[in-house]
């Protein structure tokens, strides 16, 4: 799809995005720049159609979710639909087809914002892990690459805040985990933290949700809230999560109690309250200490 390809609906949703979705994306001054003006241009190229359909896609998303009773909120949702189905089977492999690492990665973001906003509970797919995580070397190292995109302006704002700035809230958090990873006496299930590395696992995925929640506290990095943890945290703690064990169950609470208080945009919200009492309710009370987020200061 090019410029001279777009019907009326896409010229719609152009506008849509330019003037409202892209303010949703963050409020980082420059970086929203990149967003609102640099990438709609680029996205109107004839390489770049991956990117257009995955502006479009999210553009009729945010459509479709502001009135879902309106009489033309089928086609939003339909267009959205196809775009996003567009943009994900387009998207090409920036190391492998030389393609513009910064079209990439933006587009690998809206997709990613698309599967969040449309799935009905965390952890998300599969497929969308799949997505999301191949922007987590850009966002733990830009490449000198990036520099030289049409995105380099980005470059701020993906590297977030840094951990020291958030004080007080990130020791807390810490402190308040401490004991989950450990084969302590006393602990529930200590069978499975006594083996090193799925010990280690769990004080990686600690530490990278941390990162979401310095990035939480910020208005700028929603964006880097609600992905950081599920692009950092290893392949080895996805497994366990989607097994649903408990202590990866642990951090997912804190996970969604963090989105709650966060209180995010269109495509960041949920129904938070309820996947924290689903939680809660599947642990039960042996992992009480580590689950009282109503009481806990951090959120």
């Known amino acids: ?14 506008h849509q ?4 979705t892209c303010y ?13 003006l640099t990438l709609p241009r680029v996205a109107i190229l004839p390489d770049n159609s991956f990117l ?30 196809s775009h996003y189905n567009q943009a994900v089977s ?16 933006t587009a690998q973001l809206l997709i990613g914002i698309y599967g969040f906003a449309t799935s009905p509970s965390v952890p998300v797919s599969s497929d969308w892990l799949r997505i999301i995580r191949r922007t987590a070397p850009t966002f733990q190292n830009p490449p000198a690459s990036l520099q030289y995109t049409v995105v380099a302006a980005l470059i701020p704002w993906v590297t977030g805040p840094h951990d020291e700035d958030a004080g007080l809230p990130l020791t807390a958090f810490t ?8 084969p302590i006496n006393g602990i529930p299930e200590i069978h499975e933290v006594r083996d090193a590395a799925v010990s280690a696992t769990y004080q990686h995925a600690i530490r990278f949700l941390q990162k979401s929640l310095a990035a939480s506290l910020y208005p700028d ?29 642990v951090l997912l609470g804190h996970y969604c109690a963090m989105m709650q208080r966060l209180n995010g945009p269109w495509w960041a919200q949920k129904d938070w309250n309820f996947e924290l009492t689903r939680i809660t309710s599947v ?3 042996r992992w009480q200490r580590w689950t009282d987020w109503e009481s806990s200061r951090l959120y």
């Not at 949703?24 to 609102?36: M, N």
């Not at 502006?55 to 959205?80: D, E, G, K, M, R």
């Not at 402190?175 to 450990?182: A, M, W």
């Not at 809230?225 to 692009?231: C, N």
Request: hydrophobic letters at 45%; proline letters at 4%.
């Open 1 to 14: 799809m090019s410029s001279t390809e777009l019907d009326l609906q896409g010229i719609e949703l152009i």
């Open 175 to 182: 402190q308040s985990l401490t004991t989950l990873p450990l």
């Open 90 to 105: 387009s998207i090409p492999d920036s190391h492998l087809r030389g393609a513009d690492d910064g079209t990439v990665f």
């Open 221 to 249: 990095f929603h964006l880097h809230a609600a992905f950081l943890w599920f692009m950092l945290s290893s392949d080895s703690f996805m497994e366990l999560l989607f097994e649903r064990r408990p202590r990866a169950l």
């Open 283 to 285: 642990l039960g009370d």
């Open 24 to 36: 949703t994306l963050c409020e980082d001054r420059g970086a929203l720049d990149v967003w609102k």
């Open 17 to 20: 995005y330019t003037t409202s």
């Open 52 to 81: 257009l359909h995955a502006i479009l896609a999210v553009a009729a998303l945010h459509l479709f979710t502001l009135n879902p009773t309106h009489p033309l909120a089928v086609q939003y949702s339909c267009a959205a639909v």
